[in-house]
């Protein structure tokens, strides 16, 4: 098992900035791919970022150049900088871990944390 505390979320105007912590507790040695997803209201949910335990990372095109996600492996813990934020990033986000104990795959969430974009 894999448990998952995000935090950092807020309100935050056009423009600005926040980062978003996500920790990991429990059988952290089994966790492979850890990365961050959004939900708006009335969406699915999407893909932000992610990077793998070789720190290899992905964007979502509507992210790029805008958000950097990184990870401190000695604290358990994946961040997500989020700058120049937009309206349309509006969204509950999700903390995601892939975890393999093997032979199986397994895939935790957190609980989500609202950011907002308003003026």
């Known amino acids: 098992q894999v448990q998952l505390v995000e935090s950092g979320g807020g309100l935050v105007q056009p423009g600005g900035s926040l980062r978003l912590s996500c920790a990991a507790s429990?059988?952290?040695?089994?966790?492979?791919?850890m990365g961050w997803y959004r939900q708006a209201p009335g969406k699915q949910r999407e893909l932000v970022a992610d990077?793998?335990?070789?720190?290899?990372?992905v964007y979502a095109d509507s992210v790029k150049g805008r958000a950097i996600i990184s990870r401190d492996n000695a604290k358990n813990t994946v961040f997500l900088q989020m700058n120049s934020l937009k309206p349309d990033d509006t969204a509950v986000y999700y903390c995601k871990a892939k975890a393999m104990i093997s032979p199986f795959f397994y895939v935790y969430w957190g609980q989500g944390t609202q950011v907002t974009v308003s003026s």
């Open positions: 990077i793998t335990s070789g720190d290899s990372t």
């Open positions: 429990g059988n952290i040695v089994s966790i492979m791919t």
